[in-house]
């Protein structure tokens, strides 16, 4: 008979008679953060070759090592036409089934947002 600790990350999944979270592994979470940069990666290079945009930063939680289960991938650009913003915004946040993407206009941004890009930005 297992135990509590014994039991894996699905076998408690799936026995969970009091609604409790079971958090990933830390390993689980490198291995989404590593999809979730990727993804990033891909979506800059769609920017850049569709809409024009000049700058790509990745900032937010998966720029600051903070990423978690849930976590969503936050872009800001720049360059991109007013016309064809929109578009990006659609072509970004449809990109991935498994991640939510926030596109921001940087020079939409307010000061603080602007703040925190320019700290822990990542231009990808």
Do not use: C, W
Not at 21 to 26: I, L, R, S
């Amino acid at each position: 008979m297992k135990t509590f600790f014994s039991l894996t990350f699905q076998e408690l999944s799936a026995y969970n008679p009091f609604g409790y979270k079971f958090h990933p592994k830390p390993e689980q979470i490198e291995i989404l953060e590593t999809e979730a940069k990727n993804v990033a990666k891909e979506i800059a290079n769609g920017l850049r070759k569709n809409f024009n945009a000049k700058k790509v930063v990745l900032f937010g939680s998966l720029a600051t090592m903070e990423f978690i289960e849930g976590s969503d991938i936050d872009i800001a650009v720049r360059g991109i036409p007013y016309d064809d913003f929109f578009k990006a915004v659609t072509f970004a946040s449809g990109f991935s089934k498994k991640f939510k993407v926030d596109l921001v206009d940087a020079k939409d941004a307010s000061d603080s947002l602007l703040d925190s890009i320019k700290r822990d930005g990542i231009e990808i």
